[in-house]
Every structure is written in C-alpha cells, then in structure tokens.
C-alpha cells in the first residue's frame, strides 16, 4: 500500500506544481496571433488583454440597419440635389445607390428572420490589448488597441481606437459578406 501510495503522489506533485504541466494554447492569443501576422513566420507576445463588452446579433443587426438607413437618406439627397441640377448622369449613379442599399437592407431583414432563435446570442466580444508582434517583414507594438472576437475566435475587427471597432462588426453575422457581394479577405 506504501509503494502504492508513493507512486502516485509523484505525479499528482508533477501536476500541481506549474512548472511541470504544459499550457493549452491560448485560443484568443493564437486568434490575435493569426490575425496580426497574416500567414507570415513570427511571433505575438500578448502582455495583457481585458473584455471590454459583448454585443448579440441582436444588436448588431440594428447597428448594420441604421448604418443602411443613413446611407439611404444621404444617396436620397444626393440624387434629389442632382436632378434639380438637372446632372442625370451624377443623379443616376445615387439612384442606383439607393437600390443597391435597399437591397441590402432587405437582405438584412431575411438573415435576422432566418437567425430569429439566435438574435440574443453573443456576436462577438470586444477586448482591449496590450503585446507586440515580430516577424521577418514587421515590428508592431499595441498599446490598449482593440479587438473584435467571435465566441469561435475569429477576429472580425482590430482598431487603435475604439470608436472604430464596430465598422466591420457586420461580418459576424453569418451571409453578411455574401449579401454584399464581397468574401472575408476583400472586408
């Protein structure tokens, strides 16, 4: 029972104590990571990192829809100011605008009915960061920026700014890039 004994406190030693066990990989590091360096060979120290807020599809899908409302009442304007210009050629190109936006703005409203169950889910997590990346062609230092991660950690945005954080937050919701006619490298 002692040699029994013995041999089982060793490794449950080797287990409590840090140096022994091996680190899982952190996935949002590794994200930021991959994101950052863009496929080239180098490395990413994360030095510290803070969740800052969480937004649903829920919302958004609002942001994305009041983006889309702005954008239709600037082209509305702008096509009015060029036809009593009488400039058809300028007032045609925010016509076509405007259909383009309603289009997208339609598109919308068919992907938020179709994620109905999922509306109150997280879309992604906002962190604030800091660390330094290194590779054979970059030296970069980041200082409080800001990150964009889906629960999958996919990074959707990275911004020195916060305010600037939520401009391609659209690609979070699944068929936003196919509805505006682009793939996730061309946002």
């Known amino acids: 029972m002692r040699k029994l004994t013995g041999l089982l406190i060793l ?16 996935p949002l590091q590794e ?6 360096l863009q ?14 807020d969480s937004t649903t599809f829920r919302t958004e899908f609002e942001r994305r829809q009041k983006v889309y409302e702005l954008k239709l009442q ?11 210009q009488n400039k058809p050629k300028n007032a045609k190109r925010h ?26 889910e997280i879309a992604y997590y906002d962190y604030v960061f800091t660390g330094k990346a290194v590779s054979d062609s970059h030296y970069s230092e980041f200082q409080d920026a800001c ?5 999958a950690f996919e ?8 305010k600037d954080l939520h401009k391609a937050g659209g690609r979070a919701i ?7 006619g682009k793939d996730a490298e061309e946002e």
Not at 39 to 52: M, T, V
Not at 95 to 110: H, Q, V, W
Not at 147 to 151: E, L, N
Request: proline share 5%.
């Open 155 to 162: 990074v959707i945005t990275l911004a020195e700014d916060r």
């Open 95 to 120: 016509s076509d605008a405007i259909l383009r936006t309603c289009e997208i703005m339609n598109g919308l409203d068919s992907l938020r009915a179709g994620m109905e169950e999922r509306l109150d």
């Open 39 to 52: 496929g080239e060979e180098g490395s990413f120290q994360l030095y510290r990192i803070e969740k800052i």
């Open 31 to 36: 994200a930021l990571e991959a994101y950052i």
């Open 74 to 84: 600037q082209e509305t304007k702008l096509y009015q100011e060029y036809l009593s």
């Open 147 to 151: 990150a964009s991660v889906t629960p």
């Open 11 to 26: 490794p449950l030693l080797c287990i409590l104590m840090p140096g022994c066990r091996e680190q899982a990989p952190d």
């Open 174 to 180: 699944p068929g936003y890039l196919q509805l505006l």
